[in-house]
Every structure is written in structure tokens, then in C-alpha cells.
């Protein structure tokens, strides 16, 4: 079975660091686009990245620009958000997804059920 497992999640103070960890199983990262998201009760999905498998680029939403950054080690099959200066805003629950293109739900083959981030003031 494809399967992610997020983690890292934790709760911290504004201006707080976070690396959160997508660890893959079942299958390896290498072919597929990876995708960070995440969720506030009450607001829709946000995507956060997407990194291409073709070329390893990266796009970042705006409001993450500068202070996130994401990497991926293959010899673990895991990738990696790193995120800075966190803020209140930030707070979410994180997911990540493997998809066979664009980040886009029709392309998902695998996403896990995420790991909670608290930036409280």
C-alpha cells in the first residue's frame, strides 16, 4: 500500500521554527510531484507548495514565501517543509501528497492525514 505519514507538527511562539517530515512507504517520492497543504476549520484548503518531479522546482503560495522551504532526501524517501518565522496565521493542520502531476487532486496517488501546527501569541 502508498502511503505518507506527516510529522513534526508541535505548538511554538510566533517567530518559531517547525520542520515537518513526509515520510513516504510502500513506494518511493522520486517520480512524483509533492505537494504540501493545509487546513483551518472553517476556511478552505490552502496549498502551501508543490515541487515538480521533472525539474525539482518549487512553487510557494505568497504568504509562505521567505519563510518556508522545502527539500526532499531520497535516500530516506522523505520530504521535508521547513518553516520560519511562524505566525499566529499559520496555524493549521499540514498535509502532504504524492501526485503523478501538477499537485492536482486527479493526479493524487498517496497523501497522509496530516500533523498539527499551533503558533499561538
Known amino acids: 500500500q502508498k502511503q505518507v505519514v506527516e510529522s513534526g507538527g508541535d505548538l511554538v511562539q510566533p517567530g518559531g521554527y517547525l520542520r515537518l517530515s513526509c515520510s513516504a512507504s510502500?513506494?518511493?517520492?522520486?517520480?512524483?510531484?509533492i505537494g504540501w497543504y493545509r487546513r483551518v476549520p472553517g476556511k478552505e484548503r490552502e496549498g502551501v507548495s508543490c515541487?515538480?518531479?521533472?525539474?525539482?522546482?518549487?512553487h510557494y503560495a505568497d504568504f509562505v514565501k521567505g519563510r518556508f522551504t522545502v527539500s526532499r532526501e531520497n535516500g530516506k524517501n522523505t520530504a521535508y517543509l521547513q518553516m520560519s518565522g511562524l505566525k499566529p496565521e499559520d496555524t493549521a493542520v499540514y498535509y502532504c501528497?504524492?501526485?503523478?502531476?501538477?499537485?492536482?487532486?486527479?493526479?493524487?496517488?498517496?497523501w497522509g492525514l496530516g500533523t498539527p501546527v499551533m503558533v499561538y501569541s
Open positions: 515541487t515538480s518531479s521533472t525539474d525539482h522546482s518549487t
Open positions: 510502500g513506494f518511493t517520492l522520486d517520480p512524483y510531484d
Open positions: 501528497g504524492a501526485f503523478r502531476g501538477r499537485c492536482e487532486d486527479r493526479y493524487l496517488e498517496s
